[in-house]
């Protein structure tokens, strides 16, 4: 038996069904230091504000971005649930106004070494996970891996973060083409959701979304929507040396009026409603697996 069968029987034989699904967003960008760790953060915030329950899943190796701005120290990460024995709730830290922070520690890039009985319980633990969360933030860092960059492509809802700077721009294409060439990437299931961040004014953020979609529409196949744009705010800034996000530090401040809109944007969104036709995040993690084995196969 090959083991991606393998994998299905695990999966069908155990019922892994969570009963619901969270609704996973990824955050990511081309280039790095464009805003993705603020944003995930500030909207996780915006979302458990609307009664969601919200966790977020750093996938950051880089600096441990969102820790650094919230100034919390997780013990565990998903590495330690993967591989030594801790429990959902040891590695769910608590973060401001109930959302729950995971640090991925080095837990997706050794996911792929994992034995099948590892992986079992990975996946049973992550359908909890689905069942307790609403919504859950993927956070990646910048230098995306390979298979950060499978979570990316197989998300079905990805935040693309980008600022007007050219090499943001042209980062944000690279990565858009990197999807649009693999044959498996999602181009009916997923969508690509554009945030256009530290902008001068909305004219700006509107033509970076134009630059972008009209390339990526035409040559990739790719069409991106426009989620709306955050403008430059030193607030943001003074948030993260004061390890309290805008959200609280800084809430009537014109990025976070800004994050806001976005936020309800995505909650607005009725595609995503429904949480039995999600994938959600066990059946995200399994998907990269098979894709693996199926590459190790290749
Ligand atoms: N709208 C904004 N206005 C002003 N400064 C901003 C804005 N958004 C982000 N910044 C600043 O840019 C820097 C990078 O932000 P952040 O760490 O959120 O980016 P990132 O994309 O997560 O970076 P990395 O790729 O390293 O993970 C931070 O110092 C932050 O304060
Ligand atoms: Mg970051």
Redesign the pocket.
């Given at each position: 038996m090959d083991q991606a069968q393998n994998l299905r029987n695990i999966i069908k034989k155990d019922n892994i069904k969570p009963v619901s699904k969270a609704r996973v967003i990824t955050v990511t960008?081309g280039k790095?230091?464009?805003?993705?760790?603020?944003?995930s953060i500030n909207l996780a915030i915006t979302f458990a504000r609307r009664g969601k329950k919200v966790i977020i899943l750093d996938a950051?190796f880089?600096?441990a971005?969102i820790e650094v701005m919230l100034g919390i120290r997780p013990q565990y990460s998903l590495a330690d649930l993967m591989f030594r024995g801790k429990s959902l709730t040891d590695i769910i830290c608590e973060g401001p106004e109930g959302v729950g922070f995971i640090s991925g520690g080095s837990g997706i890039q050794e996911m792929l070494d994992l034995t099948q009985d590892q992986l079992l319980n990975l996946t049973r633990r992550l359908s909890e996970l689905d069942d307790r969360a609403d919504i859950v933030i993927i956070?990646t860092?910048?230098g995306i891996s390979e298979s950060v960059m499978e979570f990316v492509m197989l998300s079905e809802e990805i935040l693309l973060?980008a600022t007007p700077e050219p090499t943001s721009i042209t980062d944000a294409y690279a990565l858009l083409k990197t999807f649009g060439r693999k044959p498996d990437y999602m181009r009916v299931n997923s969508k690509v959701e554009l945030i256009a961040?530290?902008v001068s004014n909305a004219e700006d953020g509107m033509e970076l979304y134009q630059k972008l979609s009209s390339v990526s529409e035409k040559f990739l196949d790719i069409s991106l929507k426009y989620m709306g744009a955050?403008?430059?705010?030193?607030n943001?800034?003074k948030a993260?040396m004061q390890q309290k996000p805008i959200a609280q530090s800084y809430p009537n401040s014109p990025?976070y009026a800004a994050i806001e809109d976005i936020a309800d944007r995505v909650l607005g969104d009725k595609v995503f409603d429904l949480s039995r036709q999600r994938k959600g995040l066990a059946e995200l993690f399994m998907e990269v697996f098979r894709r693996a084995v199926k590459k190790s196969e290749e």
């Open positions: 960008s790095g230091g464009v805003g993705k760790s603020s944003i950051d880089g600096l971005n956070d860092g910048a973060v961040n530290r955050i403008p430059f705010d030193k943001i800034s993260v990025a």
